[in-house]
Nanobody, 128 residues
Framework: VQLQASGGGLVQAGGSLRLSCVAS????????MGWFRQAPGKERELVAV????????YYADSVRGRFTISLDNARNTGYLQMNSLEPEDTAVYYC??????????????????????WGQGTLVTVSS
């Protein structure tokens, strides 16, 4: 499985971006997709998680109400719609998938170590 993330860029505070993550290869019918981000000098942070069914498992408190995670299984693509962006959202954003189907029921989705495959990252820069 390969993941290709895109959609990052430079945006002013209050603006919007939509990140995409295209999966190629066999993801199977039960998988979990997570979006993580890592700001300079900071640890990687979990942003949002969604299951193959479309059920949303998690939003970080810092993005809830501003970001929306979604899936288009027909296109093997996941999205992260980011609205009302703030300078604090500046980071490299990564998509990742777990193919076991157990990440959410087990609670393991919170750990980056649980994900099997990662995209290359896309840089989001929010200017004030």
């Amino acid at each position: 499985v390969q993941l290709q993330a895109s959609g990052g860029g430079l945006v002013q505070a209050g603006g919007s971006l939509r990140l995409s993550c295209v999966a190629s290869g066999r993801t199977g019918s039960r998988y979990t997709m997570g979006w993580f981000r890592q700001a300079p000098g900071k640890e990687r942070e979990l942003v949002a998680v969604i299951e193959w069914s479309g059920d949303i498992a998690y939003y970080a408190d810092s993005v809830r109400g501003r970001f929306t995670i979604s899936l288009d299984n027909a296109r093997n693509t996941g999205y992260l719609q980011m609205n009302s962006l703030e300078p604090e959202d500046t980071a490299v954003y990564y998509c990742a998938v777990d193919l076991s189907g157990t990440a959410v029921p087990s609670g393991a989705f919170r750990s980056s170590a649980y994900y099997d495959y990662w995209g290359q990252g896309t840089l989001v820069t929010v200017s004030s």
